[in-house]
């Protein structure tokens, strides 16, 4: 069992729906979750980032983690042709070394169609 | 992902020669994290380096791979006589502290080995 699960897609809605993009885990020791976009052939783009329980809001993205279910999900609201892209969640845990090793998740690819 | 270089963007290698991966973080950030992406495994972290140091190379093969990350200039990912499986997307990052829950990516390096 991978220690980060997530659904690969491909995801294609409608322009203006509400996208939920999810990912669960398998260590309690993670602590910081973090979603990543990534375009076609290009590099991946942090958007947001979150630590405890809860909601964390950023313009029309909502992420939400649930620790005692190990979720997390990326809500994105009014989506549009532009949000298509391959979004990545990623999670860190302190290593013995003292630094917070990052696992991720294999992707979503998402397509919005206008 | 703004500041973080990688070159050759594209780079051929034929088996058995060696390939040689460039990444220059964002100015003032002194720790980098090579990353390798396959279509069907997402991303997998190699190694992680401070400037002059190897922090943690517990992704990265005992055999064929090494990286660097000298006091003056780019860090380097070196892949001696590379085979067919060696070919993919390898990805550097950078952050400025250890907490690399806002590390940047570079555009990445596809190899390809023929």
């Known amino acids: 069992q991978k220690e980060v699960e997530q659904d690969p897609g491909p995801l294609s809605v409608p322009e203006g729906a509400i996208v939920s993009l999810n990912c669960t885990y398998s260590n309690s020791a993670f602590q910081y979750f973090m979603w990543y976009r990534q375009y076609s052939r290009k590099g991946p783009e942090l958007l947001m980032y979150t630590y405890s329980s809860g909601n964390k809001e950023d313009g029309r993205f909502t992420a939400q983690v649930d620790k005692s279910s190990k979720y997390i999900s990326l809500f994105i609201r009014d989506s549009q042709p532009s949000d298509s892209a391959t979004y990545l969640c990623?999670?860190?845990?302190?290593?013995?070394?003292?630094?917070?090793?990052?696992?991720f998740g294999t992707g979503t690819k998402l397509q919005v169609i206008p | 992902n703004a500041g973080v270089m990688q070159n050759p963007r594209h780079l051929v290698r034929r088996r058995g020669q060696e390939a040689r991966l460039r990444c220059s973080p964002v100015k003032g950030h002194s720790h980098v994290y090579w990353y390798r992406q396959l279509p069907e495994e997402g991303l997998k972290f190699m190694v992680y380096l401070q400037k002059e140091n190897i922090i943690d190379e517990s992704g990265m093969p005992k055999e064929r791979f090494s990286a660097e990350f000298p006091k003056e200039g780019p860090s380097i990912l070196r892949i001696q006589q590379v085979v067919r499986g060696d070919s993919a997307a390898y990805f550097c990052a950078s952050s400025p502290h250890t907490l690399n829950t806002e590390a940047f990516f570079g555009q990445g390096t596809r190899l390809t080995v023929v």
């Open positions: 990623a999670m860190t845990q302190a290593d013995s070394g003292g630094y917070q090793k990052v696992t």
